[in-house]
């Protein structure tokens, strides 16, 4: 239900992009034009096939292109049909996650994990928006978690065929995957082998080998390019990928008070610290404390493949880390393996049997309200939970780069409130043009071009990046927008 209530609020800086590639997509598919399904390195497909379908293919081909608007109808309603289904899609995928957590680790632990994921807000935020980051850290968390089914805890053949489908799918969505998967599912198969009888690591090769098959027919059902020009979609592919690792976001970072090109190692550990929420970073520590005692206890079973989750998170943060271009939500990977290990720190925390008994009501009802108030406080903007224990939002302003296009509608209302004739011009930032674009009736340009406009606007992120309220004697400031302690938008009349 928060991945569905207004659906039009925030646009964030990227959807307008992909929502163009949703209906040449969408537009392809319906020419039989399988080389035009290929849009971008990322490459996206899982995200535009659902978008696509979403909307309706044709409607997506009498969008071919379009540029987002929402204030017109039709562009408006696709637009919408296209988050929904992600959506949708991204909540089926979380009810998987919580039933294989529940297949490796017990179902307690995935009472507790299904609350926790259901409506963290960090996760809620992505997985309501027009992106590729929610299906591939949902895909990505499958596969792990089918893969330590199938050769931790005994799983069938099934739990193979399901991680090389999410596998494949995930490679498909981002880049990324082919970078993450093979070091975290090639850890859970060492393990495995390390583990079991000199007999059974043959079984574990040739599973290897059956899930990479699995995953590249996957791959090349779902994304018809691939069957006209396989090897040289593929190249394109991880070409991108690899000049995307390679490069600092093209706009520059902030870390620590101070831009930053590359914010280095501490990054991601800080901005996981900031987003996790409350109930989540209390039973990542109470997790070890439970693992001890269980291990003396002789029952080490969920404690131990829990520890698998812990080390397949640690690996998301390092690779991720490696690579030059870094942002909060390239870590997301590493939080429903972590959001799981919460919930078995809860569930293994050392308490009497008796006292078990009557807290675990207590504590599935405490932890699903804790989670709901939180994704309750930050609705719609669920991208601006940061952890009150740091100071929530005005902390995470001074630490690291905060705003995904959050707040700007109110300045879009504003400027589409004044007379039609003639047409307000405005300056926006890179960082937010396209998505302000999609929201107003202005004109809205670059103010690199020093053109002459009415309206100047500056946005958090641009202005932590260096950028200066506009250097004109006759700058009136006509609104600040502020969300939870902080402006993110402010809106200068230049006449």
């Known amino acids: 239900m928060p991945r569905l209530t207004q659906l039009s609020v925030p646009v964030t800086t990227d959807e307008p992009l992909w929502f163009e590639r949703s209906t040449q997509f969408g537009s392809s598919v319906l020419s039989h034009n399988w080389a035009g399904t290929y849009q971008t390195g990322h490459p996206g497909v899982t995200t535009m096939w659902t978008a696509a379908l979403s909307m309706g293919l044709e409607a997506a081909r009498s969008l071919d292109g379009a540029q987002l608007t929402l204030r017109a109808r039709r562009e408006r309603e696709a637009f919408l049909a296209a988050r929904r289904g992600i959506a949708v899609v991204g909540s089926v995928l979380l009810g998987v996650i919580v039933f294989l957590a529940g297949r490796a680790l017990g179902v307690r632990v995935a009472a507790l994990a299904g609350p926790l994921l259901a409506l963290d807000p960090w996760l809620v935020g992505h997985g309501r928006v027009l992106h590729v980051d929610w299906l591939l850290t949902a895909l990505t968390t499958i596969a792990v978690l089918a893969c330590l089914v199938r050769w931790q805890a005994q799983g069938g053949v099934a739990y193979l065929a399901l991680a090389g489908l999410a596998a494949g799918l995930a490679a498909i969505t981002k880049s990324a995957a082919l970078v993450l998967l093979p070091p975290l599912l090639g850890l859970l198969a060492v393990g495995h082998a390390w583990q079991a009888p000199a007999a059974w690591r043959w079984r574990i090769v040739r599973d290897l080998v059956a899930l990479a098959g699995l995953a590249g027919l996957a791959a090349f059902l779902a994304w018809p390019a691939l069957l006209t020009d396989p090897l040289g979609v593929i190249a394109q592919t991880l070409a991108f990928g690899e000049h995307m690792g390679e490069q600092p976001h093209g706009l520059g970072s902030f870390f620590l008070g101070q831009p930053a090109d590359d914010p280095g190692l501490a990054f991601y550990p800080v901005a996981l610290a900031f987003r996790l929420s409350v109930p989540v970073l209390a039973g990542l520590l109470a997790w070890p404390v439970g693992w001890r005692v ?44 972590l959001v799981i290990v919460s919930a078995v720190g809860f569930q293994r925390f050392p308490l009497s049997a008796s006292a078990w008994r009557g807290a675990r009501p207590l504590l599935l009802g405490g932890l699903g309200l804790a989670q709901l108030l939180l994704c309750a406080s930050v609705r719609p903007y669920f991208f601006d939970f940061y952890s009150p224990l740091l100071g929530g939002a005005p902390m995470a302003r001074q630490m690291l780069l905060v705003g995904w296009s959050e707040g700007l509608d109110p300045a879009a209302e504003y400027l589409n409130r004044l007379p039609e004739d003639p047409r307000p011009s405005v300056t926006a930032p890179d960082s937010v043009r396209l998505a302000f674009r999609a929201q107003t009736r202005a004109r809205v340009l670059d103010p690199a071009l020093d053109l002459a406009t009415d309206y100047a606007l500056t946005y958090v992120n641009a202005e932590q990046r260096g950028q200066e309220p506009p250097d004109d004697p006759r700058a009136r400031l006509v609104l600040t927008v502020r969300v939870d302690g902080v402006d993110y938008a402010r809106l200068y009349a230049l006449s």
């Open 294 to 337: 269980w291990r003396r206890r002789g029952q080490p079973s969920a404690g131990d493949l829990s520890a698998w989750l812990l080390a397949c998170a640690a690996i998301v943060l390092l690779v991720m880390t490696v690579a030059a271009k870094k942002q909060d939500r390239y870590v997301l990977p590493a939080v429903p393996l």
